[in-house]
């Protein structure tokens, strides 16, 4: 068994015992479950719908969503994390419906503590990043969303499924299909 394999049931063992104090109201479980999930949903949310003040307003939203339906939650279902991510993933299909299109900001944001590098290789970062970002524009959108949760969020198959209401075998079509189209694109260049 690895070191970690204890951690991280602890880790478990934890949230189990937060969430279920937050389903009988406690307002300072509730605080720490937001204070833990917050950076990840609003990034997601960030990276979904392309700018800072509506990621801000539907990350608002998903809490309060969170607050009104943390009672219903039921383990078996799916893990919290995927069970908040879903409800962040409803509400931008929402503002994508309601909207009908996708407004990107000029800059990508940094993530917080990047170390300081040269003009050089911040030049070539600054491409590397806007070179990426063209690629993935020209997938479909169901297609980010499938990259963004399994390689920026890190969740498995079954959880991304989960999130966006597919099943699993449809998730790693998308991402083989996105994959697939990446490397193309990137070959024809």
Same mark, same amino acid.
């Given at each position: 068994? !690895?070191?970690?394999?204890?951690?991280?049931?602890? *880790?478990? +063992?934890?949230?189990?015992?937060?969430?279920?104090?937050?389903?009988?109201?406690?307002?300072?479980?509730?605080?720490?479950?937001?204070?833990?999930?917050?950076?990840?949903?609003?990034?997601?949310?960030?990276?979904?719908?392309?700018?800072?003040?509506?990621?801000?307003?539907?990350?608002?939203?998903?809490? %309060?969503?969170?607050?009104? $339906?943390?009672?219903?939650?039921?383990?078996?279902?799916?893990?919290? !994390? $995927?069970? %908040?991510? *879903?409800?962040?993933?409803?509400?931008?299909?929402?503002?994508?419906?309601?909207?009908?299109?996708?407004?990107? +900001?000029?800059?990508?944001?940094?993530? +917080?503590?990047?170390?300081?590098?040269?003009?050089?290789?911040?030049?070539?970062?600054?491409?590397?990043? *806007?070179?990426?970002? +063209? %690629?993935?524009? &020209?997938?479909?959108?169901? /297609?980010?969303?499938?990259?963004?949760?399994?390689?920026?969020?890190?969740?498995? &198959?079954?959880?991304?499924?989960?999130?966006?209401?597919?099943?699993?075998?449809?998730?790693?079509?998308?991402?083989? *299909?996105? %994959?697939?189209?990446?490397?193309? /694109?990137?070959?024809?260049?």
């Amino acid at each position: 068994m !690895s070191a970690t394999a204890p951690n991280a049931t602890a *880790r478990a +063992e934890d949230l189990r015992a937060l969430v279920a104090r937050a389903q009988k109201g406690e307002r300072e479980a509730l605080e720490e479950l937001y204070l833990q999930h917050f950076d990840r949903i609003y990034s997601y949310l960030h990276l979904s719908v392309g700018n800072r003040h509506d990621a801000e307003d539907l990350t608002t939203q998903t809490f %309060l969503k969170m607050l009104e $339906a943390i009672g219903r939650f039921r383990w078996k279902t799916a893990p919290f !994390s $995927a069970w %908040l991510f *879903r409800i962040a993933h409803n509400l931008a299909m929402d503002h994508f419906r309601a909207t009908k299109r996708w407004q990107p +900001e000029e800059e990508v944001p940094e993530p +917080e503590g990047s170390e300081e590098s040269s003009a050089e290789e911040a030049a070539l970062q600054s491409i590397g990043r *806007r070179s990426m970002l +063209e %690629l993935i524009e &020209n997938l479909s959108h169901e /297609q980010k969303q499938v990259l963004t949760l399994k390689f920026v969020f890190n969740f498995s &198959n079954g959880e991304a499924a989960t999130i966006l209401g597919k099943t699993e075998g449809a998730v790693k079509s998308l991402q083989h *299909r996105a %994959l697939a189209s990446l490397q193309k /694109q990137i070959s024809s260049s």
